[in-house]
């Protein structure tokens, strides 16, 4: 990995209020790390935007946060898979309008469909894995850049894939994109290292997904804990205590 490697503290838990007023926003939010990690950060006082395709879908985690007594999240329906860059710049708009900007970004939005070598790869679904995967996050930060340098202090944060696994056969468009992720996070660091905006990738252990069960036919997803797990690390990133990760991987996977 071109980024230095950080852990989470041991024994770290959120703080009352550790995202008080402050907007993130959760692409993939009906994903299991996404709505897992939206459903962290309204706990710790956050307004999160939902982004994902599916309006039913966000609805219920809507309806979830604020079930809790967390602050009303919104819904912001988008496919990546087709979106254009004249759709973020309309989405930079609206959290500007709408919620006077926004603090975070959390790219939990992932596309898998199953490991193929790369002979036998479908060309529209390589595009499709490029796009959702790397070229989405991408485009949605590059247009809410200049809100998140407005704050005195921002945060955007890409989660990666093990890549030693993602390295081997049949990973084709998913790993290809998780590689390139990394590397887009590490010279966006660079290139924001002395500014408000702090960049981190977040590298989790195996959990219990459904892209795991796709990756993993067979398995026993049962002994992976579940994504709320994760989420806690997510709300660490986005606090002021994530300053010490700032342009690192945290890697989670001996936790």
Partial sequence: MSLPTAYLPAG?????GALDKRVVLVSGATGGLGEAAARACAAAGATVVLLGRRVPALEKVYDAIVASGAPEPAIYPVNLEGATPRDYD???????????GVD????????FNALTPLELHKPEDWLRGLQVNLTAPFLLTQACMPLLKARADSAVVFVLDDPQRLARAHWGAYGVAKAGLERLAAILHEETDSSPLRVHALLPAPMRTTLRRMAY????TQRHPQPDAVAP???YLLSRDGAAARGHVLDLRGA
Avoid at 12 to 16: I, K, L, V
Avoid at 217 to 220: A, I, P, Q
Wanted: aromatic share 6%; charged share 20%; hydrophobic share 55%.
């Fill in 104 to 111: 975070a970004i959390v790219h939990a939005a992932a596309h």
């Fill in 90 to 100: 309309t989405l930079a708009d609206v959290l500007e309008r709408e919620l006077g």
């Fill in 233 to 235: 690390a997510v709300v």
């Fill in 217 to 220: 036919f067979g398995e026993d």
């Fill in 12 to 16: 770290w838990t959120p703080a009352p």
